[in-house]
């Protein structure tokens, strides 16, 4: 159960997009097609913001997307607004009602 | 609305015992499935144990298995988490998280902070 590897951090100004990588292995991340992603802000609970890898749940804006190929799933962030700046975390079954998360990304809006 | 009401943390010695609780309201929580994660001071978030709707089935991640027993009382809407063998890098705010029958955690309480520290 090690965890996936996103980068630390990432970047970008008002208006631009973003992506942020999230590396697994074939026993999680390519072995099933459940990749979800969470948004937590400072002091505040994790938010579901995309499951099934890209599917997004009612409310979430359209501006969170999100795709996956081989062993990597990958969040994008379109038309950066302040209110995106938060960590994000990916997380993926790994079988038998186990789960892994990603280390985190902080997302600094410029 | 959902609403998932975490308790029971607290500073505990290592070596120590713990039971959390988190009590459900605003759904039929009898039909979910229910999780733990943790999230360690700093840190990212990391899953911890696993049960069935029913009860009768449970899974825990590696670095606590064998210490923590996830187990819950339908009748009461409430999911606990017995922790033993405390240790110092089991500190860390404490969340339960509703599976909404599928493959990820829809909804989060706002935590219990545990403490392992002598």
């Known amino acids: 159960q090690s965890a996936l590897t996103q980068p630390a951090s990432v970047s970008g100004s008002p208006g631009q997009s973003i992506t942020i990588s999230c590396a697994g292995t074939s026993s999680d991340v390519g072995s099933y097609d459940l990749v979800s992603w969470y948004q937590q802000h400072p002091g505040k609970v994790p938010k579901l913001m995309i499951y099934?890898?890209?599917k997004r749940p009612s409310g979430i804006s359209s501006r969170f997307s999100a795709s996956k190929s081989g062993n990597t799933a990958s969040l994008t962030i379109s038309g950066l607004q302040a209110e995106d700046e938060a960590d994000y975390y990916c997380?993926?079954?790994?079988?038998?009602?186990?789960?892994?998360f990603g280390g985190g990304t902080k997302l600094t809006v410029l | 609305e959902v609403q998932l009401v975490e308790s029971g943390g607290g500073l505990v010695q290592p070596g120590g015992s713990l039971r959390l609780s988190c009590a459900a309201s605003?759904?039929?929580?009898?039909?979910?499935?229910m999780n733990w994660v943790r999230q360690a001071p700093g840190k990212g978030l990391e899953w911890v144990s696993y049960i069935s709707s029913s009860g009768s089935t449970m899974y825990y991640g590696d670095s606590v298995k064998g210490r923590f027993t996830i187990s819950r009382d339908n009748a009461k809407n409430s999911l606990y988490l017995q922790m033993s063998s405390l240790r110092a890098e089991d500190t860390a705010v404490y969340y339960c998280?509703?599976?909404?029958?599928?493959?990820?955690?829809?909804?989060w309480g706002l935590g219990t902070l545990v403490t392992v520290s002598s």
């Open positions: 998280a509703r599976q909404p029958g599928e493959f990820h955690f829809d909804s």
């Open positions: 997380c993926s079954y790994a079988g038998s009602s186990t789960w892994v």
């Open positions: 099934e890898v890209a």
């Open positions: 605003g759904f039929t929580f009898s039909n979910y499935e």
